[in-house]
C-alpha cells in the first residue's frame, strides 16, 4: 500500500487565486511527521511547510497552510495568491518516528501551473 | 540563511565506474542523508548518517554504495561502480533533531548520468 499519496497529477491554477494540493498518507504510527516541498524545473528541493501529528493547529508559513485532517489522514497543502513562480512540481512527503526511523517517505507529487 | 550544498552539479561517468558525491551539510545539524530522484520518479530514500556511522539503510543501498563523512563539514556518497540505473539526481540533506527541528533541508542536487 501506497504509504503517501497525491493523487493529483496536474493542477492548473489562476494567478492570484488560491489552490490546495491533496495528500493522503497512511500510517499505524501515532507519531510522525508530514512536510511540503517544492521542486522548481531547476530541480532542487525546497521545504515548504511541517505539520506534526500531534500539533493542535494547522500549520501555516506565509502563503502556504496545511490543512490537517488527523482523522481522515489527510494533509492537504493550500497555496493563496498563487503567483507565476508558484509553477512546479510538489511533493508531499511523511516520517513516521516511533520506529526511531528517520526517512522521509515522498508522494508521486503534483505538477502545478499558474496561469497569467 | 545557512544551506546544504552539493558538488559536483552534474557528472557523467561511463558505466563501472565508481564515483563520489560530496555534499556539506548545515554547520548545526546533527543528522545526513542522501536520497535520489530517477528522472520523473518520486524521491527515494538510500542512507541516513549520525553520529559518524549509518543509523538507516534501504534496500537501494546495496554493497555498490557507501557514506563517509571524512572531515567536521562534508558528506560524501560513494558508488563503487556504476550502473546504467544508478543514473538519477542525488539529493544530501541534513536536519536537527525531533519536533520542528526533524525537518530535512536539501541541497541542489547532483544529476549524475551512467553512459
Known amino acids: 500500500a501506497q504509504k503517501i499519496t497525491q493523487t493529483q497529477p496536474g493542477m492548473f491554477v489562476q494567478e492570484k487565486e488560491a489552490v490546495t494540493l491533496d495528500c493522503t498518507y497512511d500510517t499505524s504510527d501515532p507519531s510522525y511527521g508530514l512536510f511540503w516541498y517544492k521542486q522548481p524545473s531547476s530541480g532542487e528541493m525546497i521545504f515548504l511547510i511541517y505539520q506534526g501529528s500531534y500539533d493542535q493547529q494547522n500549520a501555516t508559513e506565509g502563503r502556504y497552510s496545511l490543512n490537517f485532517q488527523k482523522a481522515r489522514k489527510s494533509a492537504n497543502l493550500v497555496i493563496s495568491a498563487s503567483q507565476l513562480g508558484d509553477s512546479a512540481m510538489y511533493f508531499c512527503?511523511?516520517?513516521?518516528?516511533?520506529?526511531?526511523?528517520?526517512?522521509?517517505?515522498f508522494g508521486s507529487g503534483t505538477r502545478l501551473q499558474v496561469q497569467p | 540563511e545557512p544551506e546544504v550544498t552539493q558538488t559536483p552539479s552534474h557528472q557523467v561517468t561511463q558505466m563501472g565506474q565508481e564515483v563520489i558525491l560530496r555534499c556539506v551539510p548545515i554547520?548545526?545539524?546533527?543528522?545526513f542523508y542522501w536520497y535520489r530522484q530517477i528522472l520523473g520518479q518520486k524521491v527515494e530514500f538510500l542512507v541516513s548518517?549520525?553520529?559518524?556511522?549509518?543509523?538507516?539503510k534501504s534496500e537501494i543501498f546495496d554493497d555498490q554504495f557507501s557514506v563517509e563523512r571524512p572531515d567536521g563539514s562534508n558528506f560524501t556518497l560513494k558508488i563503487r561502480s556504476t550502473k546504467l540505473e544508478d543514473s538519477a539526481m542525488y539529493f544530501c540533506?541534513?536536519?536537527?533533531?525531533?519536533?520542528?527541528?526533524?525537518?530535512?533541508?536539501f541541497g541542489p542536487g547532483t544529476r549524475l548520468l551512467v553512459l
Open positions: 548518517f549520525y553520529n559518524n556511522e549509518i543509523s538507516e
Open positions: 512527503a511523511m516520517r513516521e518516528r516511533l520506529t526511531g526511523r528517520r526517512a522521509l517517505t
Open positions: 540533506a541534513s536536519s536537527k533533531r525531533e519536533g520542528r527541528e526533524e525537518t530535512q533541508y
Open positions: 554547520s548545526n545539524h546533527l543528522y
